[in-house]
T-cell receptor, first 113, second 115 residues
Framework: KNQVEQSPQSLIILEGKNCTLQCNYTVSPFSNLRWYKQDTGRGPVSLTIMTFSENTKSNGRYTATLDADTKQSSLHITASQLSDSASYICVVMRGTSYDKVIFGPGTSLSVIP | DADVTQTPRNRITKTGKRIMLECSQTKGHDRMYWYRQDPGLGLRLIYYSFDVKDINKGEISDGYSVSRQAQAKFSLSLESAIPNQTALYFC??????????????FGPGTRLTVT
């Protein structure tokens, strides 16, 4: 079954601290993996996209890693800010058509002062 | 979000009523999608359209219908709303010439409550 699982479900960290969010998938055939940030009441916004051949991608304080062999990805947030409080969604595209995109349930991150 | 707009942003309706959610985009993209989001679940695809004459069912199309009035407009209808259709609905767009990444851009969402 094609699935995307994320952990933890929720996370609370102090401002300035780092954190890592996990994504495990069983989607096949794999096309690409992306991480989205979804602020409360807003639509998801793409942070990074990685294809099979990419194992690291950075976007400012966000760094995503991909291990296609173990089918795992992580999103590392450095020096967290209050504005990082959001849901982070891992999305895996199966094949090349957008009718085959699997969304994870998201990790809810709260950054507190 | 400004490139993809959704109306209404919030809607409360009664069971059995017909309701239409509208999506417009100024990105010039050819592909448009409707998703629903429920607490604790990932977004699920309802319908998608690769151009004005190409409309396809997604994972959870039962109880929904769509209309692609123009390249920039894609509407989602609930013919007879039921309470388990209470959810957050998102419209998204993508460009088929996106070089293989097929980046999707999401609207701000419509919160629908069926009582």
């Amino acid at each position: 079954k094609n699935q995307v699982e994320q952990s933890p479900q929720s996370l609370i960290i102090l401002e300035g601290k780092n954190c890592t969010l996990q994504c495990n998938y069983t989607v096949s055939p794999f096309s690409n993996l992306r991480w989205y940030k979804q602020d409360t009441g807003r639509g998801p916004v793409s942070l990074t996209i990685m294809t099979f051949s990419e194992n690291t991608k950075s976007n400012g304080r966000y760094t995503a890693t991909l291990d296609a062999d173990t089918k795992q990805s992580s999103l590392h947030i450095t020096a967290s800010q209050l504005s990082d409080s959001a849901s982070y969604i891992c999305v895996v595209m199966r094949g090349t058509s957008y009718d085959k995109v699997i969304f994870g349930p998201g990790t809810s991150l709260s950054v507190i002062p | 979000d400004a490139d993809v707009t959704q109306t209404p942003r919030n809607r409360i309706t009664k069971t059995g009523k017909r309701i239409m959610l509208e999506c417009s985009q100024t990105k010039g993209h050819d592909r448009m999608y409707w998703y629903r989001q429920d607490p604790g679940l990932g977004l699920r695809l309802i319908y998608y359209s690769f151009d004005v004459k190409d409309i396809n069912k997604g994972e959870i199309s039962d109880g929904y219908s769509v209309s692609r009035q123009a390249q920039a407009k894609f509407s989602l209808s609930l013919e007879s709303a039921i309470p388990n259709q209470t959810a957050l609905y998102f419209c998204a767009t993508s460009d088929s010439s996106g070089g293989g990444y097929y980046e999707q851009y999401f609207g701000p969402g419509t919160r629908l409550t069926v009582t």
